[in-house]
């Protein structure tokens, strides 16, 4: 390490030339301690474009001391200064949270709005070697999966002193006459940190000098082998890369004590932690990776991740039949129709009598009333729907339709009686029935599944395909190896052939192909080459499949990828599969 003071402001601003080369404008957070205050007046010497800003916790009666502080500390190195008073104590018992979470969550918030409202290109936090090490025995003693510490950089987050000790700050500042303020909670030993600081690391130290710098450079390692295992999760399982952004991976902490994989926030990992992933690819990754995206699924769903959970869940993704489990918090493990999510039930809808027609939930048709009162409500035992081929339950209609059972009951349903008429989003009523709502993928895949009748009627394994775009059919394909005595000769395959006449254009980007069994390798092949936008399939295709039926090769890093929906009218499209072998066995 550096042995005097201009040295030593030399290794910071090199560090953070090598963290944040593109900055122009820093700004950094000052709570009035050594390690931040010496971050400025080394900055300021070197004449960066710097603004300090400072958080008021509100939780001592001195905190209003450590604001003026820190303004003066602007004023003396020539920086604008900006500050947010929160109240912290009253988050805390607003939100459940203990004072240290409720800190951190909310001065990491202010800083950040801060710093952009400062026009800074990054945010400068000062934690040195020591609180790297403080972060990786919190870990350990947590049984975090990684013991990474904190990252030098992440995101606009820069911390240019984790390779620097917090005694060689504080000489610098004596060297120099440059005062800081102690925060004495500091020195509470009931504070987990302030434990770590004080009683553990020092004796630690007594006994293998320079831990503190081995347990940071563990860290750094640590963080490298966990950033492998995420990159192989957002590569070789589809839909992780929404579960697995740059700022969360199981067992990462945030620099606070505080495992950043205990909760989600915001609706965008919520929602893919509900979606979930292909559970037949993942039972067929690496454990480390497995690992990696269960506890992304937990966090996404705000569950505190829990190698236990994890584990209970490891050894169902190859279930034949649906399976949960409940991992508290009000939300489920749910392993079913090949995907492994993480959810919750849905509240269910007021009850009220329909009997005029504005009284209709939107896009229903008056007519349904002309039968009589309606009730609008969520399901009951004993309902059941009058389709056109007869009777059924209505437990039957949503089993087939795969909609998960924590939410059917906050679906909406218009009654008469025990008789459903309508259900959002899968039934309208018809005649003095209802009929089954398709969307666009499963009114092709009908079509699709025709083509493979045919097929099949042939002798032909049954397989069907479509391309699709805007609403029109550019071609039609169906198996046809045996006849034309060509291994190539798939329903994908001359799918694209036919469409690719029809436009006159081997491109087909924008096109969709809907298949009723999951395509092969070969056929994935053709779909990168003919830039279709999306592939639509029916059955899992567990000898050849390419898209997760045996290995999923849409995660690799080919030049273009396409959307991939499965499991469109699955039963259909596997019955026929079972019933074409049947007969060859026979």
């Known amino acids: 390490m550096p042995a005097d003071g201009r040295e030593l402001v030399d290794v910071v601003g090199a560090r953070l030339r090598e963290l944040a080369p593109e900055a122009q404008r820093f700004a950094l957070g000052v709570s009035g301690g050594g390690d931040s205050v010496a971050l400025a007046w080394m900055l300021a010497e070197r ?24 303004r003066d500390l602007a004023a003396a190195v020539g920086a604008p200064f900006r500050s947010e008073r929160v109240e912290v104590r009253a988050a805390a018992d607003r939100r459940g949270w203990n004072l240290e979470e409720a800190a951190r969550r909310l001065r990491r918030s202010s800083l950040h709005r801060m710093a952009r409202a400062a026009g800074a290109d990054v ?109 192989e999760a957002r590569r070789r399982v589809r839909g992780a890369a929404a579960l697995l952004g740059p700022e969360r991976s199981f067992g990462e902490d945030d620099g606070a004590g505080v495992n950043a994989t205990g909760g989600a926030e915001g609706a965008p990992a919520a929602a893919a932690a509900a979606d979930g992933v292909d559970a037949r690819v993942l039972a ?49 493990w749910r392993v079913a129709y090949g995907r492994v999510a993480v959810v919750r039930s849905s509240a269910r809808p007021a009850e009220r009598r329909v009997t005029r ?14 039968r009589g009162p309606l009730e609008l409500r969520a399901r009951r035992p004993g309902d059941v729907v009058r389709l056109p081929g007869g009777h059924r339950a209505l437990a039957d209609v949503l089993i087939d339709a795969h909609v998960p059972r924590e939410a059917r009951d906050g679906l909406r349903l218009l009654a008469r009686g025990d008789e459903v008429v309508w259900l959002e989003g899968l039934l309208r009523p018809e005649g003095a029935g209802a009929v089954l709502v398709e969307d666009d993928d499963e009114r092709a895949m009908r079509e699709a599944l025709a083509l493979a009748r045919a097929a099949g009627e042939g002798g032909e394994l049954p ?32 799918a694209l052939r036919a469409a690719a006449v029809a436009t006159g254009d081997w491109r087909l980007t924008g096109a969709t192909l809907v298949v009723t069994l ?33 290995a999923d090769l849409g995660g690799e890093r080919w030049k273009r990828r396409f959307e991939v929906r499965g499991g469109v009218r699955a039963r259909e499209s596997a019955a026929l599969l079972a019933s074409f072998f049947g007969e060859r066995r026979g």
Not at 294 to 309: F, I, Q
Not at 471 to 485: P, S, W
Not at 541 to 549: C, I, P, T, Y
Request: glycine fraction near 10%; hydrophobic fraction near 45%.
């Open 284 to 332: 067929r990754t690496p454990v480390a990776v497995q690992r990696e995206v269960l506890a992304a699924l937990l966090a996404g769903a705000g569950v505190e991740v829990d190698l236990h959970r994890i584990e209970n869940v490891r050894g169902r993704l190859n279930a034949a039949d649906p399976w949960r489990a409940s991992v508290g918090a009000g939300a489920w």
């Open 463 to 494: 397989v069907g395909a479509l391309v699709v775009r805007d609403g029109e059919v550019l071609g039609r394909g169906a198996n046809r190896t045996r006849a034309d005595r060509d291994p190539t000769a798939h329903a994908e395959v001359l």
């Open 123 to 231: 945010l400068l936090l000062a934690h040195t070697v020591d609180d790297q090490a403080e972060t990786v025995v919190l870990q350990a003693l947590r049984g975090s999966a990684y013991l990474r510490g904190m990252a030098a950089r992440r995101g606009r987050l820069v911390r240019p002193l984790l390779t620097i000790g917090r005694g060689e700050l504080r000489g610098w500042l004596d060297r120099h006459g440059r005062p800081w303020r102690d925060d004495p909670t500091n020195a509470d030993l009931e504070r987990a940190r302030a434990w770590v600081r004080h009683a553990v690391l020092p004796r630690l130290e007594s006994y293998a000098p320079g831990v503190t710098h081995r347990l940071a450079r563990l860290a750094t390692v640590q963080r490298d082998a966990a950033d492998f295992v995420r990159d």
């Open 518 to 550: 999951e395509p092969c390798p070969m056929c994935f092949g053709a779909l990168l080459s003919a830039h279709v936008a999306r592939v639509v399939y029916g059955a899992p295709n567990l000898r050849e499949g390419a898209l997760g039926g045996v």
């Open 47 to 70: 004449g960066v474009d710097l603004v300090l800003l400072h958080v008021d916790h509100a939780l001592r009666p001195e905190s209003e001391d450590d604001a003026a502080f820190a």
């Open 357 to 370: 027609p504005d009284e209709l939930p939107d896009g229903v048709d008056s007519e349904a009333l002309a």
